[in-house]
């Protein structure tokens, strides 16, 4: 086990840079998870960690020592692929024992540590079949196995459930988490997906155009975010963002949307009036007002999902999606009236960063 | 498009089918029936049912062209040149698919050219060139020639296979721990061995059947290969059918086996199961 230190990771392919100067600091034992779009370097970033990149410019430490020049062998990591990569002429025992042969151990210590690692993940009937015979989730279990018989210092997994089907991903979901309760190894996880980042992370890193834009745990990054990036992207359905301007004509600070809709502004923000901003309200901090009170939002989809409803709606020219915990029996186009908590808006200034 | 096709197309494709595989075997049932026939009934009706089985055929065959030395020497140059085709190309062809080496492509072209230029056009001197070098009668010297001959279309061929490997297998074999020699020789050359035994199998039978090169080459009676003796059996002035016809079908028999074995393991894919498909 140990920790893993970034600092000011940088990538370049010839002219291209895709990380420019990533710093995040993971500790023992952690498990986080890397997340952002496609393209935003985040896969690039492990991959520098595995040693199948090259790192150009800053250093990447493991347990304390600096790894930019080691080869992956010498750096004390597994690595969990997306596809899985189990070799296809080996048996899942003797895919799992690979590391291990190559390092010459012998028998009876491959063979140990193949049944531990069994044991644990389920996989003891299956040692000796080959991997076109698996299913899929038994194939990811098996790399996972391959990186559990090593006992590194760090598991690396590159979207490794992204093959999966809805319901298999969301059990082997849980089951990576179990096995990273009972391990305890640092665990770095890399997914575009950011239910899977909510649900497993102790600590998210959210990737963006080969920055960082945030670091800390999924509640903080969801009630907290520091960019309109984050606030988009952690959180299904996403944050609603209203374009406006701060407004104080009537008597106390107001948000007026660019269709003169009033908004609610905690009461302890001030800014200079007119000035441009973004207004940020997650779906479920609407209730629903008495009709002629409140926000008048014109209805486009209802769409009800058992525990709660979800409304799509415009208000004046822009889209806001609302969840309310009440079942509701409207029809597009009629008017929902709307309250929002004022104490739960984020503010972003128009460059996308976070005012309050 | 209907996945079940229409009687009339049916009946037309097995009609065509049937043509053609009349076409295919039409001259090796007669080959068959012809061995097992003496000469002069061959010449009178070629056609015909032999009337006693004459199996004497194949012993003049087996005696006359030497078969128990000259195959030998068949077996000797085509092995040696399997084994050097197949190992020299698939290191070639694992460089090629995945280092990125920027020449390659003129690499590639030049392997490509080669394989256009007829082998009149430079027999003479590599003629010349090996007699200086004593290897003249040499069939070590001609499975290195063949080597040459075959090595471009082996490299073509196994390249394909190796670039439809993931690369993930060999990143995961790294930080498993694999050196690149390892890489190669643990976990890609065992995915691509289908390949290598279909270069194997086209290179053992183009080898074995292969005419020009050793009959200049390989000039003393003890030296020449099956296909070579064969040749040698019809005589200026006369020759026994009989015996050509079944000497001929000695010949075939050990590719036609080979190819009937290796046909399973020839389709097979090895690749399937490694990752997602």
Request: charged share 15%.
């Amino acid at each position: 086990m140990a920790n893993v230190t970034i600092d000011k990771a940088r990538k370049a392919y010839g002219p291209v840079e895709v990380l420019h100067g990533v710093s995040v600091d993971i500790r023992d034992g952690e498990f986080v998870v890397l997340v952002g779009p496609s393209g935003c370097g985040k896969s690039t970033l492990l991959r520098m960690i595995a040693g199948l990149e090259n790192i150009t410019g800053g250093t990447i430490g493991i347990g304390g020592r600096v790894v930019n020049d080691l080869a992956p062998k010498q750096r004390d990591i597994s690595m969990v692929f997306q596809n899985y990569a189990l070799y296809p002429h080996m048996t899942v025992a003797e895919n799992m024992a690979f590391s291990l042969t190559l390092a010459g151990a012998p028998k009876a210590e491959k063979q140990k540590r193949v049944a531990e690692a069994a044991e644990i993940l389920g996989l003891t009937p299956l040692l000796e079949r080959y991997p076109r015979q698996l299913s899929g989730g038994q194939r990811q279990r098996v790399a996972m196995g391959r990186s559990i018989v090593r006992k590194p210092q760090v598991f690396l997994f590159d979207e490794p459930l992204s093959n999966l089907d809805a319901k298999l991903r969301v059990a082997m979901r849980a089951e990576i988490k179990s096995l990273h309760r009972r391990l305890a190894t640092t665990t770095i996880y890399v997914t575009h997906d950011q239910v899977e980042a909510m649900t497993m992370a102790d600590r998210i890193v959210v990737m963006n155009g080969g920055h960082v834009e945030q670091v800390g745990r999924p509640l903080d990054l969801y009630d907290d975010p520091q960019s309109m990036f984050v606030a988009e992207f952690i959180g299904s359905p996403s944050m609603n963002l209203l374009k406006g301007r701060f407004d104080s004509a009537v008597g106390r600070p107001v948000f007026k949307t660019n269709d003169g809709i009033v908004l609610p502004l905690p009461g302890s923000v001030s800014k200079p009036s007119g000035t441009e901003a973004i207004y940020g309200i997650r779906p479920e901090y609407f209730t629903i007002a008495p009709a002629g009170s409140g926000i008048p939002a014109r209805i486009v989809v209802v769409e009800p999902l058992g525990p709660e409803t979800q409304v799509t709606a415009t208000v004046g020219g822009q889209t806001v999606v609302a969840m309310f915990h009440e079942r509701i029996s409207m029809q597009p186009d009629e008017i929902i009236w709307l309250q929002l908590q004022a104490d739960r808006v984020c503010l972003f200034d128009t460059a996308g960063r976070r005012m309050t | 498009m209907s996945l079940v096709e229409s009687r009339l197309t049916l009946t037309v494709s097995y009609v065509l089918l049937g043509l053609f595989a009349f076409i295919a075997l039409f001259p090796i049932a007669l080959l068959v029936l012809n061995s097992l026939k003496p000469a002069a009934e061959i010449v009178q009706n070629p056609l015909g049912l032999p009337g006693p089985i004459r199996w004497q055929n194949f012993v003049n065959a087996w005696n006359h062209a030497k078969f128990s030395k000259t195959f030998v020497n068949s077996l000797v140059v085509s092995g040696t040149t399997i084994v050097l085709v197949c190992s020299t190309s698939s290191l070639t062809a694992y460089v090629l698919a995945r280092k990125k080496i920027k020449s390659w492509k003129i690499f590639t072209f030049y392997l490509l050219a080669t394989t256009t230029a007829p082998i009149q056009l430079y027999i003479f001197p590599l003629y010349f060139g090996f007699a200086k070098l004593g290897l003249i009668n040499n069939i070590f010297g001609v499975a290195l020639i063949y080597t040459a001959l075959y090595s471009p279309f082996a490299v073509m061929l196994l390249r394909t296979y190796f670039i439809a490997v993931p690369k993930e297998l060999e990143e995961a074999a790294i930080v498993d721990g694999a050196t690149s020699w390892q890489v190669f020789w643990r976990v890609m050359l065992p995915i691509v061995s289908p390949g290598i035994l279909t270069v194997a199998l086209i290179i053992g039978l183009n080898s074995w059947n292969e005419f020009l090169i050793a009959t200049t080459f390989l000039q003393k009676q003890e030296n020449v290969t099956a296909v070579i003796a064969f040749y040698l059996l019809s005589g200026q002035y006369s020759s026994d059918w009989g015996e050509i016809m079944a000497a001929a079908l000695i010949i075939v028999v050990p590719v036609v086996l080979l190819f009937v074995f290796m046909q399973k393991r020839f389709i097979e894919g090895m690749a399937g199961g490694s990752v997602k498909g």
